[in-house]
């Protein structure tokens, strides 16, 4: 199920419980589009001693370091705080999955909330996660990476917790490292309940009924394209493909095509492409309709 709320709510609503909890002056660096391709995160800041948010990020407080310490290539005219921060935040809308044949519902014991990080292309930059891994590890000892992602998907839910201002300890926060190369997902139930980095499923495709049959069985169980992506990624990791996170879709079907057929090309056309571009041995050709 799709979150019922843009990232950008989330992240208004994270800020404003930040921002009343009585602890100091705290002070916010937001970050615009155009800069977040280059930086990575959507949010810095610096935190004081006292706030909650160490404790809720499970840290000592830390003293951060300035703009051109935690990104010496930036132009010093960008438009961001040339202030010190100790706090780096990308925010993540979850995908709700309820259904139990969802990947890890057994291993969760039930409904849980996923989310993928971005290790698309960025054109005149690195992608987005190996920057926030490349801040991680810059930023040590004087400030916190961190992804962040509520524990709810509705608008009403992520609405009450703000108000109530309960929302900082109702998000989960997962370093970038954490994330093993070539890995995407994080599926959570709870701040301490949740899988980062599962590992591929083994897959066996030495024939092409083999890889008909896995990837149409895949097709079947997903819950929804999201979830359809993840699982053909699996395949496309155990077949050799060295970035499955770089899929794009949907794709546009022609509409005459039967439910059958339909369900398999939606099911090894990202692992078709994916393997093409990796120059795999794998090509795909669809015939428009008449």
Known sequence: MKPQFEESQF??????DLSRRKHGPIQLAPI???LEAKVGFDLGGWVPRAHPMWSVLHSAPLPGLSRRAWN???DQTAAVTSKALNVFFQFKRPHH???PNATYFANLGGPYWRFYVDRTENPGSLPQHEMLEQ???RTAGFGVVRYVSPICHTYAKLEALCDSSALLEECVYVAPT???PDHTTCAYTSATSMIVNPDPEPTSADTWSDVHGTLAEMATNATDIDELIGRTGEVARALGARQPDQLRYPWRLPRRLTPETRTLLQSYLPVAELLFRNRLEWL???APDE
């Open 72 to 74: 010496p290539s930036l």
């Open 32 to 34: 615009g589009q155009v």
């Open 284 to 286: 795909v050709a669809i």
């Open 135 to 137: 801040l991680e590890m």
């Open 97 to 99: 999955l309820y259904r």
């Open 11 to 16: 992240a208004v609503f994270f800020q404003d």
């Open 178 to 180: 954490r994330f093993a």
